[in-house]
């Protein structure tokens, strides 16, 4: 067998592995995953590559490796779920670095962080002034979780005793050209009543719309396939890039 064939079966190989080993761990958004998820996914990749490549050896030992740390992964995900003072050796705890508007230098200290990268995360969360922060705390995944003081905070409907309606989630009738009729039973509209939103639009036919939606505020949001600005150059004040 040619090293092409045996590279070409050996990825096919890894690859559906780390897909059903990726849905056995879960998934989650790159920005909450953990040190301990990060070591983790390198290594169960670098070993995936070296099945790929590594054909000095056979595969069935690196595909041993991938079941061995994807095993452990998912016991040690099973574990930090179950008891509460593994989850915290294990992924670690938040960390209070900014208290009553005090930072906490004894606290930056032990986990190593400057007060320069806490500046940086919280210009992150437009948060420009030291003095508008009343607490500050970096979570286990390494975010920054901010708490401004009550002056600072923003003013919402309840504070000006407004009553606002809720908008809730949109709902898509058509995606891509095509009708979502279940979706449009559900919020009990028919065939008719979108016709006649479309005609409004200026839409003749289904097959125009990318994606249309409707929210239960009554909200309906079109948008065509071909759109009157298909480009930044066809707007007329925009002179390209400085």
């Keep these: 067998m040619s090293e092409t064939l045996v590279v070409m079966v050996r990825s096919i190989i890894a690859f559906f592995t780390l897909l059903i080993f990726a849905k056995i761990l879960g998934k ?9 998820d990060y070591v983790l996914g390198i290594t169960i990749g670098s070993i995936a590559s070296e099945l790929t490549i590594d054909l000095t050896s056979r595969a069935w030992p690196h595909w041993i490796g991938l079941l061995c740390w994807a095993s452990l992964g998912f016991l040690m995900e099973y574990i930090t ?5 593994a989850a915290k050796y294990i992924n670690g705890e938040p960390t209070i670095v900014i208290m009553n508007g005090k930072i906490m230098e004894s606290a930056l200290r032990k986990m190593k962080f400057p ?9 992150n969360k ?3 002034d030291l003095s508008e922060v009343d607490f500050a705390i970096i979570e286990s995944n390494g975010q920054l979780s901010v708490l ?6 923003p003013v919402t409907a309840k504070d000006l005793k407004i009553t606002k309606k809720p908008s809730g989630i949109s709902t898509e009738l058509i995606y891509d050209g095509i009708l979502i009729e279940e979706n449009l039973k559900q919020l009990n509209k028919d065939k008719k009543w979108l016709d006649k939103q479309l005609k409004s639009h200026g839409v003749k036919d289904i097959s125009e719309v990318f994606i249309a939606t409707l929210n239960p505020a009554g909200s309906f949001y079109v948008d065509l396939y ?3 600005i ?13």
Excluded: A
Aim: aromatic fraction near 16%; hydrophobic fraction near 30%.
């Design 115 to 123: 007060i320069s990268d806490i500046m940086e995360l919280l210009r």
């Design 230 to 242: 298909k480009n930044l150059t066809d707007i007329g004040d925009y002179k390209g890039p400085y």
């Design 148 to 153: 401004k003081k009550p002056e600072y905070e």
């Design 126 to 128: 437009n948060v420009f």
């Design 226 to 228: 071909k759109d009157h």
């Design 28 to 36: 989650q958004q790159i920005s909450q995953l953990t040190f301990f």
């Design 81 to 85: 779920m179950k008891w509460r003072y």
